[in-house]
């Protein structure tokens, strides 16, 4: 079983739309969860970062970890074309590695 | 600050010649990663460095070399290129020893062997 899985869609949605992108995890260890966003040929940008359970929000965007099914979410609200790009989970288990989804393709149709 | 910088942006390499590619971080961070990725693989630890002088290997560590003399530079070589080595290759850096677990990255070495 791979550490970290992620749907790699590609998702497409409508301006506006409220967007939910999901990895599933498989070590109880981990503790730090971050999302990702790179967009086409740039190198990615932290977006979210997240210690243990609960949310985090940060304007149109929403993290949400659920450590009793290793399960982590992103949710863009109101999504814009601008939000266009592929979106990586990632996890850290308590060594100086990080885990990384393999990253979801976001489309946002004007 | 820069962040992380890597040079060169692009390159186009023959079958068995050698090149550096180069990252730099002006975020004083320990932690420094070489990762490469391939279209729908994600991203794949080439070798890592916890700090100036130490280095050690990753997922995918074979046709490449590293070395760390400074705590801002983190060299990555390739030996004889292989077709097998056209990716994108991305450096970044962390601060896991003082909690940040979180990595930052640069903005990639696009590289095709041929």
């Known amino acids: 079983q791979k550490e970290v899985e992620q749907d790699p869609g590609p998702l497409s949605v409508p301006e506006g739309a409220i967007v939910s992108l999901n990895c599933t995890y498989s070590n109880s260890a981990f503790q730090y969860f971050m999302w990702y966003r790179q967009y086409s040929r740039k190198g990615p940008e932290l977006l979210m970062y997240t210690y243990s359970s609960g949310n985090k929000e940060d304007g149109r965007f929403t993290a949400q970890v659920d450590k009793s099914s290793k399960y982590i979410s992103l949710f863009i609200r109101d999504s814009q074309p601008s939000d266009s790009a592929t979106y990586l989970c990632a996890t850290q288990g308590g060594s100086e590695k990080l885990v990384f989804g393999k990253g979801t393709k976001l489309t946002v149709n004007p | 600050n820069a962040g992380v910088t890597q040079t060169p942006k692009f390159r186009i390499l023959k079958i068995g010649q050698s090149m550096t590619l180069q990252c730099t971080q002006d975020m004083n961070h320990n932690y420094m990663y070489w990762y490469r990725q391939d279209p729908g693989m994600g991203l794949k630890l080439i070798y890592y460095?916890?700090?100036?002088?130490?280095?050690d290997k990753g997922e995918v560590p074979n046709g490449y070399n590293v070395s760390r003399s400074t705590t801002e530079d983190f060299p990555l070589r390739l030996e004889l290129a292989a077709p097998s080595q056209t990716s994108v290759y991305f450096c970044?850096?962390?601060?896991?020893?003082?909690?940040?677990?979180?990595?930052?990255f640069g903005p990639g070495t696009r590289l095709t062997v041929t």
């Open positions: 460095s916890v700090g100036a002088g130490i280095t």
């Open positions: 970044a850096s962390s601060s896991p020893d003082r909690g940040s677990y979180e990595q930052y």
